[in-house]
């Protein structure tokens, strides 16, 4: 769903870069998507299925909440 949400940030970048410098296009392989998606997903520009967001979290062996942040939470 593509949709700006500013009540819902990410960690995607970081997590990302304490990774080793993961790139865009080798997270967005690990996870099933376009390099395109992983850059909105960054940007806060699209809100990622459950699915999309465990896979995420998996990644970086974090929990969904350590990866996407809901503002006053």
Do not use: C, W
Not at 47 to 73: D, M, Y
């Amino acid at each position: 769903m593509f949709r700006h949400d500013p009540g819902f940030t990410n960690e995607i970048r970081r997590l990302r870069f304490e990774s080793g410098e993961m790139t865009q296009e080798e997270l967005a392989q690990k996870v099933g998507v376009t390099r395109q998606t992983i850059i909105a997903l960054e940007a806060g520009k699209y809100l990622p299925s459950l699915l999309l967001a465990v896979k995420i979290a998996r990644v970086f062996s974090k929990s969904v909440e350590e990866v996407f942040i809901i503002a006053g939470e």
